[in-house]
């Protein structure tokens, strides 16, 4: 079956503009979770959407939104974008949520921001 | 705070050695997860270990975790210029979020 979905998978944008991510979890997974990867930081948990809500939350400013649909395809938006937002964001999916269960991850979407 | 410690942070070895990874936290966790990731890519699961003492072996790939179920430990015998790439290792606890440790970046020179 097809894996995690993510798009676009580079994006360039400049400080100030917002960027809208998607991710298509794998059929039949009602939970997509969200990180940032960065060299510095490595990676780190933005949240988790679980039947269209928010379950979990990581320590990012709000700026960082994300939703779900009800066909559990998720998108992330970032407003406002820093330099430092420039990462690879990664999206996984899970049958009922990223705690206990295999979570498995897109490829990406790599953002940079000038 | 990291809760997961992983160690070494970097290694380069040679071809046909064989190496750990030590994946460590004063955190009790239900399962532990390790993958690999390539550049530019997304990580890929490789092992999810669940019990304390549980030992899964793929390939070359030896996977460990502790009896109290705070650690875990990834050996890989007679390395190849493949396995080259980033380790990581994630606990669950509970309800809780994933949580990830900062990852090894394993070069395997031929």
């Known amino acids: 079956k097809a894996g995690v979905t993510q798009t676009p998978r580079y994006l360039i944008k400049t400080r100030g503009q917002q960027v809208t991510l998607s991710c298509s979890p794998i059929s039949g997974h009602r939970s997509v979770s969200w990180y940032q990867q960065t060299p510095g930081q490595g990676l780190q948990f933005l949240f988790e959407y679980f039947s269209e809500t928010q379950r979990n939350k990581g320590n990012f400013p709000g700026r960082f939104s994300g939703r779900q649909f009800s066909n559990s395809r998720s998108e992330m938006n970032v407003s406002t974008l820093e330099l430092g937002d420039s990462a690879l964001y990664l999206c996984?999916?899970?049958?009922?949520?990223?705690?206990?269960?295999?979570?498995?991850f897109g490829e990406g979407s790599w953002l940079t921001v000038v | 705070t990291q809760l997961l410690e992983q160690s070494p942070q970097f290694l380069s070895i040679q071809e046909g050695e064989n190496l750990t990874v030590y994946c460590n936290s004063s955190?009790?966790?239900?399962?532990l997860q390790w993958y690999r990731q390539e550049p530019g890519e997304g990580p890929v699961l490789l092992v999810t270990?669940?019990?304390?003492?549980e030992v899964k072996k793929l390939k070359r790939l030896t996977f460990q975790f502790g009896d109290a179920r705070k650690d875990s430990s990834l050996h890989i015998t007679a390395a190849q210029p493949g396995d080259t790439g980033l380790y990581l290792c994630?606990?669950?606890?509970?309800?809780?979020?994933?949580?990830f440790g900062q990852g090894t970046r394993l070069t395997i020179n031929p």
């Open positions: 270990v669940v019990t304390g003492g």
């Open positions: 996984a999916s899970s049958l009922i949520g990223s705690s206990g269960n295999t979570i498995y």
């Open positions: 955190s009790v966790f239900s399962s």
């Open positions: 994630a606990g669950a606890k509970g309800a809780q979020k994933l949580v």
